[in-house]
């Protein structure tokens, strides 16, 4: 890197945080600034939905970096900003305050920003969930004798009515298709998570949707197509999330179901970077395929590679997509991606944990995809991720009772 005015990171989240400590790991010697729009440290959100609702104590922010390790490797956290524009020819990043900030590289870490719903009216009873205050408002509302109603049967919606449903609470899942994790997760994971939550006491409502709320200062009354009337203390909306790619477009940068990115994370315009849930990525384990990943895995991996190419080291993004729920005592993991597959053979682990194998028209393992009690398909779906990235064509007979491990010497 040429000049001295150092990198910036737009974006103070899971991603941007451990862009700016690799680069530091990495050697990287000029500045470094990380601008966020909060006003807390850089945190971690999968525990809002888990954690911060279920803990008996008053949860803590959960930091992915502190006060001491920012000042150990001199990174500038400039907290509860926004960057309003970029001036790619000149080199500028223009702040909400009136500052301009010069850099010589820029990574873009902006996240994402949860979908709003339609013509909700305002209520403090209608909660999203994306920031720590949200996880704080949802957790102080949460009791054993109310009834949470969760719009959307995603991973933010079923974690959020697991967690409340813990903590004795009431719960019913509202859900628009004819099945929950109908995205990327395959139907007999979804009938096992669905099962899942109605032994412990969740009404999941599948194939209706919303004809009118009403809400107050105390409950939020729902209309659904079934012609159901239902009254709840609290509403959580939790229909998918937006990337944010307002800076991005202002500047010129290609969007393409978000930051449109090349292998090495590098936009459209010279210099300037992305990664992270704002960013689409073509991959080349699925022959180029461009997408956009909203998971914590992901995050640390783009954050980490974007440090290293922003230190010169034009290496391209290969890791396998990976997605997990912690949901009561299951855990789902996926590896890969599932709709790459063709033909899927079940693997039962016992104690009603399976995996499923998810293989492509040659036969190549593509994505695997698991739910069970505790740990039980942890070790699998890691062995899985191996066998994918290294594009093993597997024996369908070993899928079903062989130690996957056995399977990797043929794909070295």
């Known amino acids: 890197m040429s000049g001295n005015a150092g990198v910036i990171i737009v974006g103070a989240g899971e991603c941007g945080a451990r862009a700016a400590l690799s680069l530091r790991e990495n050697g990287y010697r000029h500045a470094i600034t990380l601008i966020g729009d909060e006003v ?3 945190y971690e959100r999968p525990p809002l939905s888990k954690q911060i609702l279920l803990d008996v104590t008053e949860p803590k922010l959960p930091a992915v970096l502190s006060d001491s390790v920012l000042a150990k490797y001199a990174i500038q956290h400039i907290c509860g900003a926004s ?6 020819s000149g080199k500028q990043l223009m702040l909400s305050d009136g500052r301009a900030m010069p850099y010589d590289k820029l990574l873009l870490t902006t996240g994402a920003t949860p979908r709003r719903l339609p013509n909700a009216p305002a209520s403090s009873r209608i909660l999203y969930l994306r920031t720590i205050e949200d996880a704080f408002a949802l957790r102080s509302l ?7 109603g969760v719009l959307g049967g995603g991973f933010i919606g079923l974690e959020v009515a697991a967690s409340a449903r813990s903590r004795g609470a009431k719960v019913t899942v509202i859900e628009f298709q004819e099945r929950i994790l109908k995205r990327g997760v395959p139907e007999p994971i979804a009938e096992a998570i669905t099962a899942l939550h109605q032994r412990n006491g969740v009404t999941v409502k599948c194939g209706v949707t919303v004809l009118g709320i009403e809400a107050n200062e105390w409950r939020v009354d729902i209309s659904l197509s079934d012609g159901d009337e239902m009254s709840a203390d609290v509403l959580v909306v939790g229909i998918g999330a937006q990337p944010r790619t307002e800076l991005a477009a202002q500047a010129g940068i290609a969007i393409d179901n978000g930051i449109a990115v090349n292998e090495c994370l590098e936009t459209s315009v010279t210099d300037i970077y992305a990664a992270g849930d704002c960013c689409s990525f073509p991959h080349p384990l699925y022959g180029g395929r461009r997408l956009r990943l909203e998971a914590w895995r992901n995050a640390q991996d783009q954050g980490i590679l974007a ?10 993004y290969q ?10 005592d299951h855990t789902l993991q996926i590896a890969g991606l599932v ?3 063709c033909l899927v053979v079940r693997r039962d682990l016992g104690d ?3 995996i499923l194998f998810h293989l492509d028209d040659d036969r190549r393992l593509v994505a695997a995809s698991g739910v069970g009690p505790g740990n039980k398909i942890a070790k699998d779906i890691k062995l899985s991720e191996l066998l994918i990235a290294r594009r093993v064509t597997p024996p369908i007979e070993a899928l079903t009772d062989a130690n996957l491990k056995s399977l990797l010497p043929r794909a070295a």
């Open 319 to 328: 890791a396998v997509p990976y997605f997990w729920s912690d949901q009561f």
């Open 352 to 354: 009603g944990a399976f």
């Open 40 to 42: 807390h440290l850089p």
């Open 83 to 88: 960057a309003d524009a970029i001036d790619a």
């Open 339 to 341: 709709d790459e597959g």
């Open 307 to 316: 440090a290293a190419n922003l230190s010169g080291a034009a290496q391209s």
């Open 142 to 148: 949460i009791r054993a004798d109310m009834h949470v």
